[in-house]
């Protein structure tokens, strides 16, 4: 399977005055295209570090990260600002809609900063709502939505460069637990269309969706288990190439 993130031995310390706080202490993962990943820990195990890394939005004290190939680790301001508009799709718990936009345009965003041309952008934003469900929801502004349309706004903005890794930080926290369970659906759906999928998350419900937990602690990987999911899906895979050949 093709490897999409890897990272040997990352570490990230903050200096604080004469105080040095380690966030993570060494952490050594691979994450596959088409996996379906939840990270876990309590407030302080480096989960929410470990995603800030992952997503371009901080670099490591010292370690390897190579997202889709490329060595992350050696890249400047530029070449992250890249990665972080064309490899990733972020869906925050908060939405971070643009308040006086509509969802068209809120989708198109990232499209702007890729210099995409404005026929290409809307074709691109109106298929990425149609995926979520919200082509008759188009334009209208946030406030005009549900909470769990905002989101999933936010989501195809997420899916509008069609990135290699769609990261979710607490997806469901603003919702309630219906709408929740509608945002998850959808992720399920999204992975079995072979997105790529990291969820972070203290929610066990939230990361029952995955096929792979990884927990953290201490900045440290406490536990990487496949989960039921992620053997079935295994499985049904084996089994579909078997019967192709």
């Not at 096929?211 to 053997?231: A, F, M, N, Q, Y």
Request: proline share 3%; aromatic share 4%; with cysteine.
């Amino acid at each position: 399977m093709e490897e999409i993130i890897k990272t040997k031995d990352v570490v990230k310390l903050y200096v604080m005055g004469v105080e040095e706080l380690y966030a993570l202490k060494g952490i050594t993962i691979t994450i596959h295209k088409n996996e379906y990943v939840a990270i876990m820990g309590p407030s302080g195990s480096g989960k929410s570090t470990l995603m800030n890394i992952i997503g371009c939005l901080d670099t490591p004290t010292s370690g390897y990260y190579e997202l889709n190939g490329q060595s992350v680790s050696e890249m400047d301001d530029n070449e992250l600002a890249i990665a972080r508009n064309k490899e990733i799709g972020f869906v925050f718990q908060t939405f971070n809609l643009l308040p006086r936009s509509n969802a068209l345009h809120n989708v198109e965003l990232p499209l702007i900063y890729a210099g995409i041309s404005k026929s290409k952008r809307i074709e691109q934003a109106e298929d990425a709502l149609v995926k979520v469900g919200l082509q008759d929801r188009m334009h209208h502004k946030p406030n005009e939505l549900s909470g769990g349309q905002r989101q999933r706004v936010a989501i195809a903005r997420a899916l509008v460069n069609n990135p290699s890794i769609i990261l979710a930080d607490e997806p469901t926290g603003n919702l309630d637990s219906k709408t929740g369970d509608e945002i998850m659906e959808l992720f399920d759906h999204l992975h079995s269309q072979g997105n790529t999928i990291i969820l972070v998350t203290h929610e066990d419900f939230i990361a029952e969706h995955a096929h792979r937990v990884i927990k953290l602690r201490d900045g440290l990987i406490e536990s990487d288990k496949i989960t039921d999911k992620g053997d079935n899906h295994t499985k049904s895979k084996s089994t579909e190439i078997l019967t192709n050949n």
